[in-house]
């Protein structure tokens, strides 16, 4: 029996991302994967790996690779190993989901998106997928040079755009921490840019007091703080019109 989670498109709309919370919809229970052309549609471009000095890994997928991720099980995930950041990612740079990936165990982490699961993620609970085969390879491969983070991630819990509260989880939040984590790829712009968006984001974790709680997008990329970080075009116009 398939159970299926919702979650809000990139640009609004409610859409169905396949399994394992690294497209949006996820399958619980062993059920099987479609094949060939179908399974490609719905799998991410790339799994990005972001480390703690906000440098970045790109990690292409293919159908074969996909199928390294396990089913889905809910668990609270080892809390005392170091992780990276993982962004399943559009082939536009439009980010489906933040995860969290430990090397050491070969786990990718997710949080629990049903109201069901609530205890268990106040707990700090998420479901995580067994990474396998030559997957498993290429991440181990691809996170080697990253730096590590040791405290749990801080994410937007709410965002604004003008008078209009977003739906959460969003993959345009999702896009946005994904942006502010590569923090190598930034520079420096003290004064702020003329806005073609702006959003206002409410942020839990340990590092919430340093987040910004003003963005700013340009036409150059998002700019908070004093500091801009490159988009590129195509998801600076999603995140405009979202």
């Excluded at 502010?180 to 003329?194: D, F, I, Q």
Aim: hydrophobic fraction near 45%; aromatic fraction near 6%.
């Amino acid at each position: 029996m398939k159970t299926f989670v919702l979650l809000r498109g990139l640009s609004g709309n409610l859409v169905h991302v396949k399994r394992a919370l690294l497209v949006g919809l996820i399958s619980i229970g062993g059920c099987l994967l479609p094949r060939g052309s179908a399974l490609a549609k719905t799998i991410p471009y790339a799994d990005a790996l972001v480390g703690a000095d906000g440098r970045t890994a790109i990690v292409r997928l293919n159908v074969d690779l996909f199928r390294g991720y396990g089913d889905m099980t809910k668990r609270v995930p080892p809390g005392n190993l170091p992780y990276l950041l993982l962004y399943p990612i559009q082939k536009s740079g439009m980010a489906y989901a933040e995860m969290q990936y430990y090397p050491s165990a070969g786990l990718a982490c997710g949080l629990l998106a049903s109201d069901a699961d609530s205890r268990l993620r106040s707990r700090g609970a998420v479901a995580c997928s067994a990474v396998r085969g030559a997957l498993a390879k290429r991440l181990r491969r691809a996170s080697a040079p990253l730096a590590r983070f040791a405290e749990a991630p801080t994410r937007i819990t709410a965002l604004r755009r003008g008078n209009r509260q977003l739906w959460m989880p969003s993959g345009v939040a999702t896009t946005i921490q994904y942006a502010l984590a590569r923090t190598a790829e930034s520079r420096a712009a003290l004064v702020r840019p003329s806005c073609a968006q702006v959003y206002e984001a409410r942020w839990s974790g340990a590092a919430a007091p340093r987040k910004p709680a003003e963005l700013c997008i340009t036409d150059l990329g998002l700019w908070a703080d004093g500091r801009l970080y490159p988009l590129r075009p195509a998801v600076v116009r999603e995140l405009i019109r979202s």
